[in-house]
């Protein structure tokens, strides 16, 4: 069965600094995945993704996400935090079939402090 | 362009009432389309998914029923609401075919009382 998990409900972070926020996963067979982020009452967005190719995966807003195959691992990650980027993060992972089912995490609350 | 609509945006029912929620896309055919509930500003629980038209895969049981009457429609209904139904209802879809991102919808927030 499919699987992602985010660790952290919530990451703190100071306006400038790099952030990390981690996502785990678990499917059978190669998995894609998927970055989403959430504004206050609204539907979710797309920021990345990953199907196959190069590991490092560069999305909307300056974010980023690298693929670790050993690690089952899928961690967001940018540079250089702004407090725009405050929000709620999703990570998801489905399997092969074009109609598998798109399973999210839990989310992690980022937020940016001036 | 692709769009997705979902009414209303706000619902607020009494227990044991009926409820019907809709969800329609624009610019796309022959999608995959999805239910979601998100309580409390969390988690998405994936409540029903639609490859075509008439076929509805449920993910958890419970009172609530899908239905996919056109292509591009996707309603979400319950014959007696419960208070555990209160959520944010988000409907998504994907191209069918492919392996690609989700769009969602604004979203519903419907509050049982």
């Known amino acids: 069965a499919q699987s992602v998990a985010q660790p952290e409900d919530q990451v703190n972070v100071a306006e400038g600094n790099p952030l990390t926020v981690k996502c785990t996963y678990s499917v059978s067979g190669n998995p894609y995945l998927f970055w989403y982020v959430q504004y206050p009452n609204r539907g979710l967005q797309f920021l990345l993704k990953y199907i196959t190719g190069d590991n490092l995966v560069k999305g909307s807003y300056g974010f980023e996400a690298e693929f670790n195959k050993s690690q089952t691992s899928f961690h967001l990650k940018k540079p250089s935090a702004l407090v725009s980027d405050s929000a709620l993060y999703f990570c998801a992972v489905s399997g092969w079939s074009s109609a598998s089912k798109i399973i999210f995490g839990s989310g992690t609350r980022l937020s940016i402090r001036p | 362009s692709q769009t997705i609509h979902q009414w209303p945006a706000t619902l607020v029912q009494p227990v044991g009432s009926p409820l019907s929620l809709e969800c329609t896309v624009e610019g796309t055919s022959n999608p995959n389309l999805y239910w979601y509930r998100q309580a409390a500003g969390r988690g998405l629980q994936l409540l029903f998914y639609?490859?075509?038209?008439?076929?509805i895969s449920s993910e958890v049981p419970q009172n609530l029923s899908a239905s996919r009457p056109q292509d591009r429609q996707f309603i979400l209904s319950s014959k007696k609401l419960l208070l555990s139904d209160s959520g944010f209802y988000l409907c998504?879809?994907?191209?069918?075919?492919?392996?690609?991102?989700?769009?969602f919808g604004p979203g519903t927030r419907l509050t049982v009382l």
């Open positions: 639609s490859v075509g038209i008439g076929q």
């Open positions: 998504a879809w994907v191209t069918s075919g492919g392996i690609n991102e989700q769009f």
